[in-house]
Nanobody, 122 residues
Framework: QVQLVESGGGLVQAGGSLRLSCAAPGRTVRSLYMGWFRQAPGKEREFVSAIGSSGYYADSVKGRATISKDNAKNTMYLQMNSLKPEDTAVYYC??????????????????WGQGTQVTVSS
């Protein structure tokens, strides 16, 4: 079992930046394939970004987001810049073992965090 704990969400003005964190207490993230999804009210959960041997991004955030891992801190990050009101959603961290390549579907992931709210005001 892998516990995932997100943090870093909040209220930000359009054009601002946030860094989301996903900690995996007691578990090294080096061996995990990890990703970020988001879900806006009334919409399905959608892929944002993932990191295995490389980083992958949804077209909606490409050029504005950077995903990274700090293996020493057992933490994954998502730096988001030039935020837009349409980025408003609950952001979820997800993880799985044994994945490679790009994985855009929620069903590919075994472990999920509780989510952190990101609200971008216009």
């Amino acid at each position: 079992q892998v516990q995932l704990v997100e943090s870093g969400g909040g209220l930000v003005q359009a054009g601002g930046s946030l860094r989301l964190s996903c900690a995996a207490p007691g578990r090294t993230v080096r061996s995990l394939y990890m990703g970020w999804f988001r879900q806006a009210p009334g919409k399905e959960r959608e892929f944002v970004s993932a990191i295995g041997s490389s980083g992958y991004y949804a077209d909606s955030v490409k050029g504005r987001a950077t995903i990274s891992k700090d293996n020493a801190k057992n933490t994954m990050y998502l730096q988001m810049n030039s935020l837009k009101p349409e980025d408003t959603a609950v952001y979820y961290c997800a993880a799985a073992a044994g994945l490679s390549g790009s994985n855009f579907y929620t069903t590919s992931y075994d472990y999920w965090g509780q989510g952190t709210q990101v609200t971008v005001s216009s």
